[in-house]
């Protein structure tokens, strides 16, 4: 399915409610370096169930698809996996090409070009180890409308890696695990003349979380602690950094923290912290999860998309709280499942008056279907096929999924 398939998913929810939002050249230029670009994307991410959940995926995050949300879920085995070993994967690709304000940071962007991200993660289990390798990736190009660069294009490039290492404690009741991050980031100016970078990110940090899930019950407890990823060398060999293709470059470029904390359950005939017998769990079962999701600030923030018009638009100058909730419904036990949820994207940019810009509430939807089984090393395995929709204020994101029925 390509990107067009998967921005039909949303394209008439994100219609409703569409609006001019403000035009660029509103914002004062940079005078000198002394600023940091604010690297925060409050948008869901990770896999399709996650997204289709609202993003909410704290206390249930499990195997490959749950790493983005908690790096202890690879050492989070399914229901269903009883073997001293077992494994996972999941490739998941979504298409934020409809709307026009990406970011809600009040700049129009209805003329933005996106690659659809991708999210693949593997996971190999063994005893009570986890341990994970995943990577997201995305490109977005940007027109400017600016006077000193009328033709010219910004396109940013962003890839995220992880090495993930988990383990269960107390017969299972207690998961923990840690993750190296590195980020790999590009900014890059596109005008008559040709491409010149003008930002480069290479950094990484540490992340840990855990997930407590007591034998014979139903609820589960999740948190994690994410650190900040920070550039101190942005700019580009060769190229002034006081005149860098007639940018004025950060001084800093920063990812800021994140802290989160969740709450899960499970409604159906058998508990959910338990080891089936059997290979498969095919009962009518409801699955929620509510998250609060904390960012942490950024000194001298500023916005990467004024940054390309050659403005200073705040951005991260204090600390946001998000809220996140969903739920995930097995309609048709080992077929065919369906969920939804909302969630709170915060207000992370001012507007030209010096007033914060209003968060949004997001709409996400989503299904499951078991499209083919098959045996491998004397074990079946079901893999699935999903769909899942993102929708707001000027905003739509439509994705697909491939991954193993769980």
């Known amino acids: 399915m390509g990107p067009k398939a998967c921005q039909w998913l949303a394209v008439v929810v994100a219609l409703i409610g569409y609006e001019q939002t403000t035009e660029a050249q509103e914002f004062a230029a940079p005078s000198d370096r002394n600023y940091t670009i604010d690297l925060f994307l409050g948008q869901a991410l990770g896999s399709s169930r996650i997204v289709g959940m609202g993003g909410a995926a704290t206390a249930m995050a499990k195997g490959s698809s749950g790493m983005l949300a908690n790096p202890a879920s690879p050492a989070v085995r399914a229901t269903t996996s009883h073997e ?17 304000d990406h970011d809600n940071n009040g700049i129009a962007t209805s003329d933005a070009s996106f690659t659809p991200s991708a999210t693949f993660g593997a996971v190999f289990q063994y005893k009570e180890w986890g341990f994970g390798i995943g990577a997201t990736g995305l490109v977005i190009e940007n027109a400017s409308s600016d006077a000193m660069a009328p033709e010219a294009r910004i396109r940013t490039e962003a890839l995220v890696n992880q090495v993930v290492v988990a383990r269960s404690f107390l017969g299972g009741d207690l998961v923990v695990g840690a993750a190296a991050r590195g980020v790999l980031l590009q900014v890059t100016n596109i005008d008559d ?4 970078a003008l930002l480069e990110l290479g950094g990484g940090s540490f992340e840990t979380g855990a997930i407590c899930k007591p034998r ?14 920070v550039s101190d ?37 058998s508990a959910w912290n338990r080891t089936a017998k059997t290979r498969w769990v095919d009962e009518k079962a409801l699955l929620w999860d509510v998250d609060l999701v904390l960012t942490g600030r950024t000194k001298r923030g500023a916005g ?20 996140r909730g969903g739920v995930d419904y097995e309609w048709f036990p080992g077929r065919f499942r369906v969920r939804g949820g ?3 994207e915060p207000g992370r940019f001012k507007d030209p008056a010096g007033e914060d810009i209003s968060g949004r509430m997001h709409l996400t939807l989503g299904a ?18 999903s769909l899942t929709s993102d929708v707001a204020k000027n905003f739509a994101n439509g994705g697909l999924s491939i991954g193993f029925w769980h």
């Open 304 to 323: 990467l998309e004024a940054f390309g018009l050659h403005q200073l638009q705040p951005s991260g100058r204090k600390h946001n709280l998000s809220i």
């Open 233 to 269: 060398e942005t700019s580009i060999e060769a190229c002034d950094p006081l005149d860098c293709a007639g940018y004025i470059l950060p001084n800093k470029v920063k990812i800021p923290w994140e802290a989160s904390i969740g709450i899960a359950g499970r409604r159906g005939p």
């Open 84 to 100: 001293v070993w077992d494994w996972d994967w999941h490739l998941d690709s979504m298409s934020p090409g409809l709307g026009s």
């Open 368 to 385: 499951d279907l078991r499209v083919w089984q098959f045996g491998f090393w004397d074990d079946d395995y079901r893999v699935r096929m």
């Open 216 to 229: 014979g019950q139903s609820l589960r407890l999740g948190a994690t602690v994410r650190l900040p990823v």
């Open 193 to 196: 003349a040709g491409e010149q």
């Open 342 to 344: 909302t969630y709170y």
